[in-house]
């Protein structure tokens, strides 16, 4: 056996080095998985999107029944039914009127005269669920349109959770981990997360809208990282920000942390010239909802819902010197964690704790996680261990808002499964390493046998032999055989074909991936069935039954006939009497009676079904309107079982104040007062201010709480003295010193909070702090004030109220009232005398023929005409304009950013000239450009061939890549078999093969 001939370079062709494998971790920065993605593992991850999605909606659409053999029953989603349960029950009204009086007007919010008096409809509420049900509207009918875009959030979350993971080039199979972790998040069923949002419990409460901006969030900071990356697409996370802002205000705070440590963890001396562009576009797309919104907040109502904290015990030692705000953060994290929550199923009481507290194996995951990332210096991990950290000192030390800081808690628990996710990952691919490993130590060993059969041959040859074997060989052979030593073989000698570097590479990344595969489909099936059986974990959120009581529709519930007897008798009487506004009684109790229709919040739906001759005085959009406390108040003082949700106001009851509920729906225009107890019936039918005109009978009756154990009639009556606009026979007084701030409790209501209730409340301002008491307040309910007047009306210090001595004035005749969805309009008899008009207040009621209007307190209007015809009109605002300008301004930017040809030069992973490498949409570029600027003459690329890392085979697959380093002349695998030092550890900064 001959030993080869070394070639020698020759001139015209240098030596050239080849380059070797990626760079070693000691120049790497955060690095992640920069591979890019097989074409089965891409397949895999969207199958496993595409089973979390399937099972999503087998849960929200339990009653569907598909088979092959043709039978289709699409179930209740694909109903032309009207959504019910929950506050789902009463959401369906909003949509449909948009797209009916404003979407033509091409305006996302106007005004609505269904609820409180009159509200700013998309004001406060979000337009862009309003938009999708409008655009499935034009080709399906609007119920079935209603019901797909509330169930479209947790459809689209699994997919948006894989888009979040794969735009963070996190390693696989980190991407449907997350869609798994994602899927997990929505079925999560804790007892107290019914209304947060985030999952489907919530969505199916209600707050389907926050689910959807949660999709959009996620797809969007997907997108947002890759366009870091690469300077690429860069109009699609402005975009998808735009809507998922637009979609939820409380998921923007999400998007604004996120969004910053995304950019903090690349590059952010360079990419800001990206990231900046590119939220300043999303902020300028939802300028034309957000602006007036912003603008407009003291027109709103706060609920002043109590701050939940956790309630624990732990307290650091009082030796430690840490700033209060410090110590109070660390302690409450501790509690929130450590406790778990209050089941308030079997133990109700009045305040309990919704804490931050997880199941151990999220712990346990999340701890992998966090390991990993120090060991890998992972950036996708960082960022979500910051996020998740930020939103627990949210929700710890977020003050009482009008935004309620239990909002936070979807956040928390989906950065955690995130987390859990990429524990998992970790695990997977350490399991899939280890195949690797064990598959390459027995190759060696295998190898090793072969060297060491090359070298017996040698050393046992005969002089016969037809090639003479050299004497020096034969004898280092000898030595070979004596000393063990098979770490190489005989100069010359190939290994077999299938101990090749290149073959054992290729097998072991097979292996690993297949053990990968095995993983990830245990893992993944085991995943998925355990959240699939969530759905029924607790019996008092099943899910599934939920969803199949809300999506089956009003019409198919067994009281429907009583329900639609209410619409129907209501519709009756507006064309008997008259159109206008009514009051109900609530109901509450177990069993709820107006629950049994399908939700408690069912006669909200009045102006729904009767074709809006019936306005509703209580709406779903509590915060929309600044009459919500007067509304309440008022309730309190008509109804047996009130529900008084505004925290900071002093209730009445009827027995003792049913003469002021009835003076108040008189101020408040409202026309008609339905009851349905007993007591409440028998009140009403001793006031003569309230005429009988009609009874609704409840055949069969529906059962009640105790003591009103029947809901056996409706009884309507028609208020006296509640016309919509009315002369007034007292001037106003313009009410001056009003409490600056948002005065306390015990300032407005002159009483000692009890703090066993919870923190004192603060009112929204001193309007509501001075007119909240004077709603209850007998002795000076007769004095008529204004927040502004014209100049001869009397000025007076809202602390001298009941001195006021207002001039009296003969009321003007008002007539031919006339009334549309954005516009009232009358006939005086008179000019320059006050008129009041009982809708609410807003900026963008604008009057002609009139001064005004004026904000009278409740909170309605009041006008001075200047005409005998005078015509009130709801137009738009400085705010409304300016948003609109904005807006046009940013979909510019959004085609400008579409445009820039220029953005890739300010991307993560660019070179400082711009270039940008080959892989860079998938792999870390910017750690390998980084050793090239340190030494550009260290890798060579030799002369007319392309690189070996992009070489490809005539299979189509890479000859050569990361894991499959060019053959050893001895047959060893460079980077991948340990040789000699087969027995010493790897060194932590050594180059580390990308698994599959």
């Known amino acids: 056996m001959a030993a080869p001939t070394k070639e020698t370079p020759t001139e015209s062709e240098p030596e050239t080095t080849v380059a070797?494998?990626?760079?070693?971790?000691?120049?790497?920065?955060?690095?992640?998985?920069?591979?890019?993605?097989?074409?089965?593992?891409?397949?895999?991850?969207?199958?496993?999107?595409?089973?979390?999605?399937?099972?999503?909606?087998?849960?929200?659409?339990?009653?569907?029944?598909?088979?092959?053999?043709?039978?289709?029953?699409?179930?209740?989603?694909?109903?032309?039914?009207?959504?019910?349960?929950?506050?789902?029950?009463?959401?369906?009204?909003?949509?449909?009127?948009?797209?009916?009086?404003?979407?033509?007007?091409?305006?996302?919010s106007g005004w609505a005269p269904d609820w409180y008096a009159g509200f700013p409809v998309g004001q406060y509420y979000f337009p862009i669920p309003a938009l999708m049900i409008a655009a499935l509207n034009l080709v399906m009918p609007y119920n079935v349109a209603f019901k797909l875009v509330t169930v479209s959030g947790p459809l689209m979350l699994p997919a948006a959770a894989y888009y979040f993971a794969k735009g963070m080039r996190t390693p696989w199979p980190a991407p449907p981990a997350f869609a798994i972790a994602a899927f997990g998040t929505l079925v999560q069923t804790r007892s107290e997360w019914q209304i947060y949002g985030g999952n489907i419990a919530s969505t199916l409460a209600g707050e389907f809208s926050f689910t959807i901006g949660l999709a959009f969030a996620l797809f969007g900071l997907g997108a947002l990282a890759y366009t870091l990356d690469t300077g690429r697409r860069r109009w699609l996370p402005a975009l998808l920000i735009a809507l998922a802002i637009m979609s939820h205000i409380v998921v923007a705070i999400f998007i604004a942390i996120a969004a910053f440590l995304l950019w903090l963890t690349r590059r952010p001396q360079r990419t800001w010239a990206i990231a900046l562009p590119v939220g300043g576009v999303a902020a300028a797309l939802s300028a034309v909802w957000l602006l007036p919104l912003l603008w407009q907040q003291g027109f709103t109502q706060s609920m002043r819902y109590t701050k939940l904290l956790p309630r624990g015990n732990y307290h650091l030692p009082s030796w430690l010197p840490l700033p209060g705000p410090v110590r109070h953060t660390i302690e409450g994290l501790w509690n929130a964690v450590g406790r778990p929550p209050l089941d308030t199923n079997t133990n109700p009481i009045k305040h309990f704790s919704p804490t931050l507290w997880l199941p151990w194996w999220i712990w346990l995951l999340a701890g992998v996680a966090i390991i990993a990332a120090g060991w890998y210096r992972r950036r996708s991990t960082l960022v979500l261990i910051v996020l998740a950290l930020v939103i627990g000192v949210l929700f710890i030390e977020w003050p009482e808002h009008a935004i309620w800081n239990t909002r936070f808690l979807p956040f928390w628990m989906l950065s955690w499964a995130f987390l859990a996710a990429m524990g998992a990952t970790e695990i997977a691919r350490l399991a899939a390493l280890l195949v690797k490993r064990a598959h390459i130590w027995i190759r060696d060993g295998d190898?090793?046998?072969?060297?060491?059969?090359?070298?017996?041959?040698?050393?046992?040859?005969?002089?016969?032999?037809?090639?003479?074997?050299?004497?020096?060989?034969?004898?280092?052979?000898?030595?070979?055989?004596?000393?063990?030593?098979?770490?190489?073989?005989?100069?010359?000698?190939?290994?077999?074909?299938?101990?090749?570097?290149?073959?054992?590479?290729?097998?072991?990344?097979?292996?690993?991936?297949?053990?990968?595969?095995v993983v990830v489909a245990i893992a993944g099936i085991y995943a998925m069935h355990q959240g699939y059986q969530a759905r029924d974990n607790n019996p008092d959120i099943a899910i599934s039954g939920w969803a199949a009581w809300n999506y089956s529709g009003y019409e198919a519930k067994p009281t429907y006939p009583q329900f639609h007897a209410?619409?129907?008798?209501?519709?009756?009487?507006?064309?008997?009497?008259?159109?206008?506004?009514?009051?109900?009684?609530?109901?509450?109790?177990?069993?709820?009676?107006?629950?049994?229709?399908?939700?408690?919040?069912?006669?909200?739906?009045?102006?729904?079904?009767?074709?809006?001759?019936?306005?509703?005085?209580?709406?779903?959009?509590?915060?929309?309107?600044?009459?919500?406390?007067?509304?309440?108040?008022?309730?309190a003082e008509c109804a047996q079982h009130p529900s008084n949700p505004v925290r900071g106001l002093v209730y009445g009851n009827p027995d003792s104040d049913f003469d002021l509920c009835v003076r108040h729906l008189q101020m408040l225009g409202v026309r008609y007062y339905m009851a349905w107890t007993p007591e409440m019936q028998k009140l009403a039918g001793r006031s003569p201010q309230l005429t009988l005109v009609k009874d609704i009978a409840q055949d069969p009756p529906i059962a009640g709480p105790s003591p009103d154990t029947q809901l056996k009639d409706w009884k309507i009556y028609e208020v006296a003295n509640s016309d919509l606009v009315v002369g007034m026979n007292r001037e106003p007084v313009v009410l001056t010193g009003l409490p600056s701030g948002r005065p306390s409790y015990s300032q407005c209501w002159n009483t000692t909070w009890d703090k066993a209730s919870g923190a004192e409340p603060r009112m929204q301002d001193g309007w509501e702090c001075t007119t909240a008491p004077w709603w209850t307040n007998r002795d000076v309910l007769g004095t008529s004030y204004a927040q502004t007047g014209p100049k001869d009306w009397v000025r007076i210090d809202a602390k001298d109220l009941r001195r006021a001595q207002p001039r009296t004035v003969t009321p003007t005749r008002v007539s031919n009232v006339q009334t549309t969805v954005d516009k009232i309009s009358f006939d005086v008899s008179e000019i320059g005398k006050p008129v009041e008009v009982k809708e609410s207040f807003f900026p963008n009621w604008k009057v002609s023929g009139a001064k005004g209007p004026y904000r009278l307190a409740p909170n309605l209007m009041v006008v001075v005409p200047t005409q005998k015809h005078v015509e009130l009109s709801y137009g738009l605002t400085a705010a409304d304009w300016a948003g609109r300008g904005i807006t046009i301004a940013g979909i510019a930017g959004l085609v400008l950013l579409g445009l820039w040809t220029g953005a890739r030069r300010f991307a993560a992973g660019t070179d400082d000239t711009g270039e940008t490498s080959e892989n860079a949409d998938d792999a870390g570029v910017d750690d390998a450009l980084d050793v090239l600027r340190d030494d550009p003459h260290r890798y060579r690329r030799p002369r007319g061939r392309r690189p070996w890392s992009r070489r490809r085979d005539r299979g189509g697959e890479r000859a050569h890549d990361p894991d499959v380093p060019p053959d050893d002349p001895n047959g060893a695998v460079d980077g991948l078999l340990p040789g000699s030092s087969d027995d010493e550890p790897p060194d932590r900064t050594d180059s580390m093969p990308a698994l599959p």
């Open 20 to 108: 070797p494998p990626a760079p070693s971790r000691a120049h790497v920065d955060l690095n992640e998985d920069d591979q890019p993605r097989a074409l089965w593992e891409r397949a895999v991850g969207w199958a496993v999107v595409a089973v979390c999605t399937w099972l999503v909606f087998c849960i929200i659409d339990p009653a569907h029944h598909w088979t092959l053999n043709g039978n289709l029953r699409f179930g209740d989603l694909f109903r032309n039914t009207t959504t019910n349960g929950g506050d789902m029950g009463a959401h369906v009204w909003w949509p449909k009127f948009l797209i009916d009086n404003w979407f033509p007007k091409f305006r996302l």
């Open 447 to 517: 190898l090793r046998d072969a060297r060491a059969r090359a070298w017996a041959v040698l050393a046992t040859g005969s002089d016969d032999d037809i090639v003479p074997i050299d004497p020096e060989l034969r004898k280092e052979a000898a030595w070979a055989l004596a000393d063990r030593r098979f770490d190489r073989g005989p100069d010359g000698w190939k290994p077999p074909p299938r101990l090749s570097g290149r073959s054992i590479a290729r097998s072991a990344r097979r292996y690993s991936a297949i053990a990968l595969a």
């Open 566 to 635: 209410i619409m129907t008798g209501m519709e009756q009487v507006a064309d008997t009497h008259g159109n206008g506004r009514a009051l109900w009684e609530p109901s509450s109790g177990n069993p709820d009676a107006i629950n049994s229709y399908g939700t408690s919040l069912a006669l909200m739906l009045l102006p729904y079904f009767t074709h809006g001759k019936i306005a509703s005085m209580e709406g779903i959009y509590f915060e929309s309107s600044a009459t919500t406390d007067y509304h309440f108040l008022t309730v």
